[in-house]
């Protein structure tokens, strides 16, 4: 929307236009469309509330009244339109209930106190995704060592054992978990704790250290049921 249309549906709402003119209230200027019309056949206005100059220092009189034992303070400054000059309520109290009067006499209401929200019922429990071995649960699987690849004869086979561990977490793959062995693998550093060990599922309940063996596993039993089911 343009600047144009702005200042026009502005006009039409009752503000004083592009003229700054002074505020019956503080006597400040207020800006360009900013003001609001407080007399009938007069050219007067007044800002909209909480937006005169004096408002930081009402409110530090406020503070201070409040402060002295009562903690509650109140000070009206409705502008009442009248043809000429407006009228400018300035009622100042500590009393709830000349304040709570004094509004109804202005057509407003009081303040309510706040309440919090209270909740129609407990917030459901978090369900949590199944693990896909129970916590702590051991686990066995055989494990080969195999070095660095060489030509004409491949990966040579290091070291194998069967191996024994228990259920840590889940792994960072899909159908991969991680397990403490029991006890160190013969190729591991004598006297020293056994690294954790991250295996792959072969989808019949064992598990081996052999991702791509595993998969192929998988694979296959997928193929299967898919057959056995067509």
Partial sequence: MSGAKIADQLKRQGSQGAKVVQCVVCKGDIPPYAGRPVSLYGKRYAHHPDQCLDVADRGVKLREMAGQGELFAWQCRHVEPAADMPAICDELSTDRAPFERHVRSHGATALQEYRPIRLRRT??????????VNPFKWVTWHEEKRGQWQEGIGCPLIGEADRKGQFWSEGPDPHSIWVVPLHPAPWETPGRPAKPVCLDSHGDGRWSADWSKAKRDRSEASRRSKRNAA
């Fill in 123 to 132: 917030a459901p429990a978090a369900k949590l995704p199944k693990l896909p």
